[in-house]
């Protein structure tokens, strides 16, 4: 059965500094994504990056990068130069073949000033 | 704005009603999957829909309902409610029925509050 795990309940981290999101995932399909979901205060779930099991090269989009770790089966969230407006609820996904997204429990970021 | 829209935003019903949430996927997506998020369980898929026809169910308790109608809009009927369906109630559509690269991606949400 699918699982992700994120072991980081809460993280804090200086506005400008680069921060690590923790996304662990279990799977026996070789076939499959991971997706990184930003949760603000108002509560839409915001598309942030995609990995496919695939992929030779890590994924970026902007200020995102995901540091796929496929041997680990780690999935891991980067954020570079943290704004304020990063503060949110991080979720990490995953599916395999014809499967509905699997979440994580979720990570609460706050960027400080 | 991820293009997929979803009606009414708030909700405040009170326990034994019957509620209907609306969502409205992007242009030209054909599958719509239904998302409860609660503080206890967290997010958990609750049925799936492409093309009009049901695709795949999850934790959907029976007095739970949805359709996907010819204009690919998706209706979450939910009935005899309890207090413990106060939830994030999300809608999610992606363009293909298949494919674990497709993205989902999420409307705004539809808070239902059960008093």
């Known amino acids: 059965a699918q699982k992700i795990t994120q072991t980081q309940p809460g993280m804090f981290v200086q506005e400008k500094e680069a921060v690590t999101l923790d996304c662990t995932y279990d799977?026996?399909?070789?076939?499959?994504?991971l997706f990184w979901y930003k949760q603000p205060s108002s509560g839409e779930m915001i598309f942030l990056i995609y990995q496919g099991s695939y992929d030779q090269q890590n994924a970026t989009e902007g200020r995102y990068s995901l540091n796929f770790q496929k041997a680990r089966k780690s999935a891991n969230l980067v954020i570079s130069a943290s704004q304020l407006g990063d503060s949110a609820m991080y979720f990490c996904a995953m599916r395999d073949g014809n499967t509905p997204l699997v979440f994580g429990k979720g990570t609460r970021l706050s960027v400080i000033a | 704005d991820s293009g997929v829209t979803q009606t009414p935003k708030h909700l405040i019903t009170a326990t034994g009603q019957r509620v209907t949430l609306r969502c409205s996927p992007r242009s030209g997506d054909l599958s719509v999957y239904w998302y409860q998020q609660s503080l206890d369980q967290g997010l958990q898929f609750l049925i799936q829909?492409?093309?009009?026809?049901?695709?795949a169910k999850g934790n959907i308790l029976e007095r739970f309902s949805a359709q996907q109608f010819p204009d690919l809009h998706s209706e979450l009927n939910l009935s005899s409610l309890e207090l413990g369906d106060s939830a994030l109630y999300f809608c999610?559509?992606?363009?293909?029925?298949?494919?674990?690269?497709?993205?989902?991606?999420f409307g705004p949400g539809t808070r239902l509050t059960v008093l």
């Open positions: 999610a559509s992606q363009t293909a029925q298949l494919g674990s690269t497709d993205t989902q991606y």
């Open positions: 799977t026996s399909d070789p076939s499959y994504g």
């Open positions: 829909y492409y093309n009009g026809e049901e695709r």
